[in-house]
């Protein structure tokens, strides 16, 4: 197995497992410390010197090394490890497709496993933002390491119940997205990276509504709010990818109404 680097305590590790009396495997518990916030500036903490100061937006301590607030199971990587397994390779969309759209809006969730972060959730909307395809992928219980339920909204009913491979959801929204299909979504190549699609005709709504710091993306929901007068991603439960692609589709919508000539 490859060693990673865990992409929320930096530290070396390789998944492992132990084979319990039964007979089944079960993964080793190594623990991750970390900081699930971000090292911000903090506009309530100001020096004497009236400088602004960062803090950790999670447990507010002052230093980028203070100690970790937050301890999980296990580390996590964004690296597909199963390299020769042929749903890890990239399909490109194609000219003909059984159930082809001009426009689509998409949008994705995605949760931890042992081979890294992978696809739990896709919905793709037609461009009047009704529902062609909303589904959850199946996995086993045993390759997840976390359902990032807080992000994702994604729980162990909607995963270890659903009713598709990872296969059978990229065919269907391969069924859907020909090669000339306008693909709109915030952060899109996040999405059609998880799916392993490689697509080119995207309309991207962190690109319609850029950023003043050129290195930063807007958030969606920040977007949403602004221009949309609507609130998103406001429950306990996460990010809902139905409500996103929907909010990427009218954000697109409401920039081309506002710079086309008429
Ligand atoms: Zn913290
Ligand atoms: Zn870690």
């Not at 909607?158 to 299909?181: G, N, P, Q, W």
Request: charged letters at 25%; hydrophobic letters at 30%.
């Amino acid at each position: 197995m490859k060693t990673c680097i865990c992409l929320r305590c930096d530290q070396h590790f390789c998944y492992r497992w132990q084979t319990k009396d039964d007979g089944t495997k079960s993964l080793i518990s190594d623990p991750c410390n970390h900081h699930h916030g971000k090292f911000r500036w903090d506009k309530t903490q100001v020096s004497e010197k009236n400088k602004k100061k960062k803090t950790w937006t999670c447990c507010g301590q002052r230093y980028y090394r203070s100690p970790p607030c937050t301890t999980v199971k296990h580390h996590v990587t964004d690296l597909n490890t199963k390299f020769d397994d042929s749903s890890q390779r990239y399909v490109a969309t194609g000219q003909t497709t059984i159930r082809t759209r001009d426009i689509v809006a998409l949008d994705c969730e995605m949760l931890f496993t042992v081979d890294g972060l992978q696809l739990g959730r896709v919905t793709v909307l037609n461009s009047r933002g009704k529902k062609l395809f909303d589904e959850c992928v199946l996995y086993p219980e045993e390759d997840i390491i976390d359902y990032c339920t807080q992000y994702s909204g994604l729980t162990d009913a909607d995963i270890l119940f659903a009713t598709y491979t990872f296969e059978e959801v990229r065919d269907y929204v391969l069924s859907i997205i020909s090669e000339d299909t306008i693909v709109v979504g915030h952060s899109v190549e996040n999405d059609l990276k998880v799916l392993k699609i490689a697509h080119s005709k995207v309309v991207d709504t962190s690109v319609l509504y850029p950023n003043d710091n050129p290195r930063h993306k807007t958030a969606l929901r920040t977007l949403t709010e602004k221009h949309l007068g609507r609130t998103i991603q406001a429950g306990a439960n996460g990010h809902d990818s139905t409500e996103d692609a929907l909010a990427a589709l009218d954000l697109a919508i409401l920039h081309i109404n506002n710079t086309l000539p008429w």
